[in-house]
């Protein structure tokens, strides 16, 4: 039986912010939603998040985000715990005393602000743990910059002796270069037992979780493999460095998988992006949510692609697409907008400045250039032509706007919601269309042109 802990309370003072540090985004997730995730191969059955600074906030961006990602149906409900005072991470764990009050197995306790530890890593850490029996089991690393971190000091078994947070180190306790990580698996009755001696006998006054080592035994160190996992986010700086490696990590996984990304520096992917083999991203795009890319598509330069699925051998230049589907062979860009459901068949294209929003059009049709269409449905081979309006909002309520199969709009017309233009309609340049259109009609709603032979401007008297 697993049950597992995070320390979620600080205020995470270096941040200078008045979010909890916990909450602060990496690639689209917040620090602790990505602590919550590193657990997820391994089988628990009580999931504690320790509260403090802002805990409400906390609180509700753990279960809105729960919402969000359809909730993991193996994961135990969330439980916050109180820590009304933030006196050291030792004083944290010990408010878990009253909620685990005979609970028999290991608690995993993770630090809320290590976001980059990959799953397999606990799992690693946990096997070990059970394969040793340990009354304590605690990841390390070892740091070319150890700067900040809790040194760890273990026997040649790798059986942990002290740890001292590095502001209590000594010059020569600098130089050990083995880290905490803030990732240990403890034997819950052992830990219970000794968790009220706690001292906060140290520099910053605190009670220091690190110090239950001194009390179990035995407490064995694991080696991380790759130490960028173990970083930890104590500010804004730590907090971009993060991104990095997530990046890299992200960016690597997709080449490896068939994907080209040109100037991958000048690009971003979130985690939660799916790209099919033979997709190219161009140099400036930004891929973010819950978007999927298929095969053959080229992506960019310049765009940006949220929540959003695009078919097969699709092109998107210079454009952002929100929340919106593409089908396949479509040309998007330079410079459209596809917002709040927008859905494009396949074969279409949507050219220069065109803004779609909640707008479905099917396969073969064109909005090449300068319209907006909002809360319209077009058929298949319609053609909007340059600068068509659909006027879908009177001051108060959005309208609809149908435009039947291959109608074509001529330049510069409005159609005013709520509309229907039915089948083979032409509406003539200019024209501002109020009423439906049956049918194989041609419409034209302006003035008629007045020409007025041999006239001319009176000279003005002298
Ligand atoms: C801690 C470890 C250090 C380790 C490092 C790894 C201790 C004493 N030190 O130091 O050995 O190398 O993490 O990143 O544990 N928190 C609470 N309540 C509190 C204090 C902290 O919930 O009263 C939470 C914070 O919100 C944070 C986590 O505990 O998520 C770690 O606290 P932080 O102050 O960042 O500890 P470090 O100084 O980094
Ligand atoms: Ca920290």
């Given at each position: 039986m697993v049950a597992i802990a995070i320390l979620a309370a600080g205020r995470g003072t270096r941040m200078k912010s008045d979010l909890p540090k916990v909450l602060h985004e990496l690639g689209g997730r917040s620090l602790v939603e990505r602590v919550l995730q590193s657990c997820q191969q391994i089988q628990i059955t009580r999931r504690l998040v320790i509260v403090g600074y802002r805990g409400e906030l906390v609180k509700e961006s753990l279960i809105r985000g729960q919402e969000i990602s359809g909730k993991n149906l193996q994961s135990p409900p969330l439980e916050f715990v109180e820590q009304?005072?933030?006196?050291g991470t030792g004083h944290a764990i010990q408010q878990l005393l009253p909620h685990l009050e005979g609970f028999q197995g290991d608690l995993l306790v993770l630090n809320g602000d290590v976001p980059l530890l990959r799953a397999e890593t606990i799992t690693q850490l946990m096997a070990i743990h059970k394969q040793h029996q340990n009354s304590a089991t605690l990841l390390t690393a070892n740091l070319p910059n150890p700067q900040g971190y809790g040194r760890v000091f273990t026997d040649s078994q790798n059986l942990v002796q002290q740890i001292v947070e590095d502001r209590d180190c000594t010059q020569a306790q600098k130089q050990n270069h083995r880290i905490n990580a803030g990732v240990y698996c403890f034997h819950w009755p052992d830990l219970e037992k000794i968790l009220p001696a706690l001292k906060a006998d140290n520099d910053q006054k605190e009670y220091y979780l690190t110090d239950t080592v001194n009390f179990l035994s035995p407490v064995m160190a694991v080696d991380v493999e790759d130490y960028q996992e173990i970083l930890g986010i104590n500010d804004r700086k730590h907090l971009a460095t993060a991104c990095d490696i997530l990046q890299t990590r992200i960016k690597d996984k997709w080449m490896a998988a068939g994907v080209t990304l040109l100037d991958p520096n000048s690009i971003t992917i979130d985690d939660t992006v799916e790209l099919q083999p033979d997709v190219v991203i161009e140099p400036q795009t930004h891929l973010r949510g819950n978007t999927s890319i298929a095969s053959g598509s080229r992506i960019g330069p310049g765009s940006l692609i949220e929540n959003s699925q695009i078919g097969e051998n699709v092109t998107v230049l210079y454009s952002v697409v929100s929340d919106s589907m593409v089908a396949e062979n479509t040309r998007i860009g330079p410079y459209a907008h596809l917002r709040g459901h927008a859905e494009i068949g396949a074969n279409c294209r949507v050219g220069n400045f065109v803004e779609l929003k909640n707008t479905q059009i099917g396969d073969r049709t064109n909005v090449a250039h300068l319209s907006y269409l909002g809360d319209a449905t077009l058929g298949e081979k319609v053609n909007i032509g340059a600068g068509t309006i659909t006027a879908n909002y009177d001051g108060k309520n959005k309208h609809k706007t149908q435009i039947g199969d291959r109608s074509k709009t001529g330049s510069n017309s409005v159609l005013v919601a709520p509309i229907t233009l039915g089948e083979d309609v032409t509406v003539a340049a200019g024209s501002v269309v109020t009423e439906d259109v049956p049918n194989d009609c041609l419409v034209i709603a302006r003035s008629r042109q007045a020409v007025k032979p041999g006239w001319k401007l009176k000279e003005p008297q002298k």
């Open positions: 009304t005072e933030q006196l």
